[in-house]
């Protein structure tokens, strides 16, 4: 009965600390949930996919997969400590596009806004 509750206390207290909000540098909204930062940007997908792209390489991942058309796109790459870092894109709309970043099964906030913030400092720089 006491591990019972010692494991119910504990996935409560992780569920409640594995969301929140936040706000990048250049000041985009996100939100954060589990392992998953979602974002939305103002520019088509073709150049949040290019600027994806781009900062993932820069920070020095490996991009094992890279795919997108007009309407999603995926950037599969590895890490220095082979976790896996993923960013998924949806256009939801001409200027609009919806970003997600996953970085490893225990995920990371901080890495993750690292990659939003690079991915829109290669944005701005277009």
């Known amino acids: 009965m006491r591990l019972a509750l010692t494991a119910v206390s504990c ?3 992780l569920g409640l600390g594995a969301c929140h909000s936040g706000a990048t540098k250049a000041g985009t909204s996100y939100s954060y ?3 998953s930062l979602k974002a939305d940007l103002s520019f088509p997908i073709d150049k949040v996919f290019d600027a ?3 900062a993932i390489e820069e920070l020095g991942f490996t991009v094992e997969t890279a795919n997108s ?9 590895k890490g220095a400590t082979n976790h896996t870092r993923r ?7 001409p200027e609009i596009t919806h970003v ?7 995920g990371s906030t901080y890495r993750s ?3 939003l913030n690079r991915i829109e400092d290669r944005l701005a720089a277009r």
């Open 113 to 115: 806004e690292e990659i």
């Open 69 to 77: 058309d007009a309407l999603e796109g995926v950037i599969v790459a």
């Open 87 to 93: 960013v998924r894109l949806e256009r939801v709309g």
């Open 100 to 106: 997600e970043i996953f970085v490893g099964p225990t």
């Open 11 to 13: 996935l409560a207290a």
């Open 52 to 54: 994806s792209k781009k």
């Open 33 to 35: 949930r589990l392992t």
